[in-house]
Each structure stands twice: as C-alpha cells, then as structure tokens.
C-alpha cells in the first residue's frame, strides 16, 4: 500500500471512523470455518482482530496482518485472553509478505475481507502470487471485494479477480452482492490451492 493510503486509513483509526469494521465475522467465514478443521489461518488486512478472535474460538491457530499500527493496537487488546502461541501480529504492508519472514506457511485457510482490493495496481499480481505461496495444497483462499466504482480506485472486477488468482488457486464459488457501506456492487469468492 502506498504511504497516501497509509496516512488516509492512520488517520480513520485514529478518529474512530472505521466503517468497514463491524465487530461481526462475515456469515461466508463462518460458513468456511464449519467446512475446515481447525488449522493455521491468515488474515490479511486484519484489521481490530474480529475475524482472528472467531478463528482462535474455534481452535484455530492465526497470523494476521495490517499496515496501520492503531489496527494492530486494538487487535493486540481484542486477542489478549487468548494464548500468545495461538496467534501473532504484524504491522507490515501485505502487498509485500514476502518481506515478512516470520509467518508460517503454509496455511489451511487465508482471507482477505476488503483489503486486497485497495492494493496499487501494479503489486497485485505480486500479491495474488504470494497468497498462492503461503497457502497449502487443498488449503482455501476467501476474498471479499468491492465491485469499481467511477469515484474510486478500490475494487476488483470479477474478471480481474479470476485474472490476478486463477493462476496459482482455483475458483470454487462467487457470490455477487452489494456492499451497503459504500453502495457498490461486491463479490464473496472462495478458491483453493490445488495440487
């Protein structure tokens, strides 16, 4: 992510407008999570930590990921009940995770709620690689994205999507939908890491 969308997402944290951040999981992760057992999980962009918190309720053992520090804070203060062993942080541009030795792949399932979709065109082949990378064979991918819009650089299309992943993972399912928060049409894909 470029230091623009750094300082801009700093600055929301700090003044507390975080639309995006629900305090709820999404009903398509919990939907995942009773498909898996309980494995190694990646969330990327993860925010205050609402996802990781459900993943480490279930048993799971999670890593997650976020530039802006203030995220990392709040998800360090939302996981303390849990042990330390079960999950880890990281304050780290996930355009770049191959900068990032101290993860653990590979991965039984990696997620992506509306952070991808920000990244600068140009880094997301590179991010799209590293996903197919850190994630294991039969291991599953879940992405949320927003749709483009005229007044905006976020979104993928569909066909991007597939585009940018359908290389390194295979697509399972997509469900079109719309994103009340910012108006636009969105997209629930899951895809998977085959042999």
């Given at each position: ?5 750094h ?16 305090g ?15 494995g ?9 930590g ?14 997650g ?6 995220a ?11 042990p ?22 590979p991965?039984?399932?990696i ?10 065109k ?14 294991k ?6 992405l949320y ?8 650089t976020v979104?993928?299309t ?5 585009r ?31 042999a």
């Amino acid at each position: 992510m470029n230091t623009e969308q750094h300082q801009r997402f700093s600055e929301r944290y700090a003044a507390g407008d975080m639309p995006w951040d629900s305090g709820l999981t999404p009903p398509e992760i919990f939907e995942i999570l009773s498909e898996l057992p309980p494995g190694k999980a990646l969330d990327l962009g993860c925010g205050t930590g609402t996802v990781l918190r459900d993943l480490l309720r279930r048993g799971w053992r999670a890593d997650g990921v976020d530039f802006v520090g203030a995220a990392i804070d709040l998800a360090r203060d939302k996981l303390q009940p849990f042990p330390a062993e079960t999950c880890r942080l990281f304050r780290h541009d996930v355009a770049k995770l191959a900068e990032l030795p101290s993860l653990r792949p590979p991965y039984d399932l990696i997620i992506d709620i509306g952070c991808g979709h920000c990244i600068d065109k140009d880094a997301a082949p590179r991010y799209a690689r590293s996903i197919a990378q850190a994630l294991k064979t039969g291991g599953a991918f879940m992405l949320y994205a927003s749709h483009p819009r005229p007044d905006s650089t976020v979104g993928w299309t569909p066909q991007e999507v597939e585009r940018l992943f359908t290389p390194g993972l295979s697509l399972v399912w997509q469900r079109q939908g719309r994103d009340r928060t910012i108006g636009a049409a969105s997209s629930w894909y899951r895809m998977e890491k085959r042999a």
